[in-house]
């Protein structure tokens, strides 16, 4: 018989887990209950305590003053973002991995190197660029440089996570006559799902959150995203604190309703790709 083994409780380390866990869910409550409140109520009342006449008339507010255009834009731009840089790399890392030789070695370091690379540095050579190219103003305008600063980390995650597929594999494809392209649509794909699947839920939150590229490279209200919205909207209503969280609570469900969709797929792939 083995003799149980007694561990004392953690105490420490679970009063400062439920510490974090105060930190984290205390401003979320705060800008949801708030959302809730009306001009008066917020002003007047404890800024912790759950509104006595709860409303909607802020999301209302938000909503008659353009935001479904903004999400609209927003998504368009994710979605985009998204398919270019997922598709650009899962190709760029197959080529490293099975490529071999110097050129997929430099290739790989180079992908290396971009990751040192602050996006805040180069926003005077992008906006040259977009203006040259006159998708100055544009969802492209957008687009081309957040996948073009997504790529180089996502190249290293689905990299890294191909080295662990059995060159067994890729051996039996190609005696069967298979190409690369039928190797990376029917056994790369697949077998990298849950990579791809991080990298597509890290590259949409950053693409979704982004601002910096959205403030420099449009102009017109009808290109909007949500955050240089929100931004405006802290202008449109520059006392009307529970419209500006309303909006904020709007602009985080459909990042909420992704996570929740590849949650599964996104901690396998973490914990896939680098675990083992």
Not at 23 to 44: A, C, H, K, M, N
Not at 99 to 124: D, E, V
Not at 136 to 158: E, G, H, N, Q, R
Not at 236 to 245: C, D, E, K
């Amino acid at each position: 018989m083995t003799a149980k083994v007694r561990t004392r409780p953690n105490v420490l380390g679970g009063l400062a887990g439920f510490a974090w866990l105060l930190v984290v869910l205390v401003p979320v409550y705060y800008v949801v209950i708030t959302s809730l409140r009306d001009q008066e109520g917020f002003f007047s009342s404890n800024p912790l305590a759950p509104p006595a006449d709860p409303t909607l008339d802020s999301y209302r507010l938000v909503l008659e003053n353009d935001f479904l255009r903004y999400l609209g834009n927003s998504v368009v731009v994710t979605l985009a973002t998204v398919l270019i840089t997922v598709s650009v790399s899962l190709l760029a890392a197959y080529y490293v991995v099975r490529g071999g030789g110097r050129l997929a070695r430099l290739t790989y370091r180079s992908f290396l190197l971009g990751l040192a690379i602050p996006l805040q540095a180069t926003i005077i050579p992008v906006y040259y660029l977009i203006t040259q190219i006159q998708l100055y103003d544009t969802l492209w305008a957008i687009i081309l440089p957040s996948a073009a600063f997504a790529i180089p980390l996502s190249v290293v995650i689905l990299a890294n996570f191909l080295r662990d597929v059995p060159n067994e594999l890729f051996e039996s494809m190609r005696m069967d006559g298979a190409g690369h392209w039928r190797m990376v649509w029917s056994l790369v794909l697949p077998l990298t799902r849950p990579a791809v699947v991080t990298v597509a839920v890290y590259d949409a939150l950053q693409v979704w959150n982004g601002f910096l590229f959205p403030l420099i490279l449009t102009q017109s209200p009808d290109q909007r995203v949500l955050p240089l919205a929100l931004w405006s909207f802290q202008g449109q209503f520059t006392v009307n604190i529970p419209a500006v969280l309303a909006a904020v609570v709007l602009s985080t469900l459909p990042v909420l309703a992704l996570y929740i969709l590849g949650r599964r797929q996104l901690i396998g792939g973490l914990t896939a790709g680098f675990g083992r």
